[in-house]
């Protein structure tokens, strides 16, 4: 089965410096990468993700990265601010036997520091 | 338009108690989702349904229970409740059309403490 892992549990970085989130996932079937983002207290909101056919995709600050090869993705964020802190999930869904479901990674806990 | 509906959203449980944490979508979504996130810790998936009357166990099923009868409501039983099962529970859904749509759609969440 799908097996996701995620580093670091935890990434403080500087207000206006650069946050990096990396996840790599095991089942090469996997096609479909999407980054999640949970405010303390809050449900998770899907913020931003990238199919298989791609390498790169970017939303303002945010961007995903993706190497199918070596089976890792991650999560870019440039000019961090305070708004930016909370705790980052990446999943990588697996369709297995007729069914689709979703793993996710143990999370990132951002700080950005002001 | 709801989206994901949980209830309760504050429940405290005695041992070996039992109870059903509600989850309903009017998104017409096929797929729905159970998790568990422990404090400071992710997502566990616990079951999880690609339509009314399919049901299948994810990471974690043991200790919960499952039905799914209509596309709208996904309930999970917790049968002879222990503090092991203490955590926040979040049901999620999705509408799955491959290449187009896999967005995770989640409910409010339900935190349950079992003393």
């Known amino acids: 089965g799908e097996n996701v892992e995620q580093h670091p549990s935890t990434l403080s970085v500087q207000e206006g410096d650069s946050a990096v989130i990396k996840c790599t996932y095991s089942?090469?079937?996997?096609?479909?990468f999407p980054w999640y983002k949970q405010e303390l207290g809050k449900r998770p909101q899907l913020i931003i993700d990238?199919?298989?056919?791609?390498g790169e995709k970017k939303d303002q600050r945010i961007a995903v990265t993706l190497n199918k090869t070596a089976k890792h993705f991650s999560l870019h964020i440039t000019e961090t601010q305070p708004e930016d802190s909370a705790v980052y999930f990446c999943?990588?869904?697996?369709?297995?036997?007729?069914?689709?479901?979703?793993?996710f990674g143990t999370g990132t806990r951002l700080k950005v520091l002001a | 338009n709801a989206g994901v509906t949980q209830t309760p959203k504050f429940r405290i449980l005695k041992i070996g108690q039992s109870m059903t944490l509600q989850c309903t979508q009017d998104m017409n979504h096929n797929y729905m989702y159970w998790y568990r996130q422990d404090p400071g810790m992710g997502l566990k998936l616990i079951y999880y349904?690609?339509?009314?009357?399919?049901?299948d166990k994810g990471e974690v099923p043991n200790g919960y229970n499952v039905s799914r009868s209509t596309t709208e409501d996904f309930p999970l039983r917790l049968e002879l409740a222990a503090p092991s099962q203490t955590s926040v529970y979040f049901c999620?859904?999705?509408?799955?059309?491959?290449?187009?749509?896999?967005?995770?759609?989640f409910g409010s969440g339900t935190q349950l403490s079992v003393l």
């Open positions: 349904s690609v339509g009314a009357g399919i049901t």
């Open positions: 999620a859904s999705s509408p799955y059309k491959a290449g187009t749509s896999e967005k995770l759609f």
């Open positions: 990238i199919r298989s056919n791609v």
């Open positions: 999943a990588a869904p697996a369709f297995t036997s007729g069914t689709y479901k979703y793993i």
């Open positions: 089942d090469s079937a996997s096609n479909y």
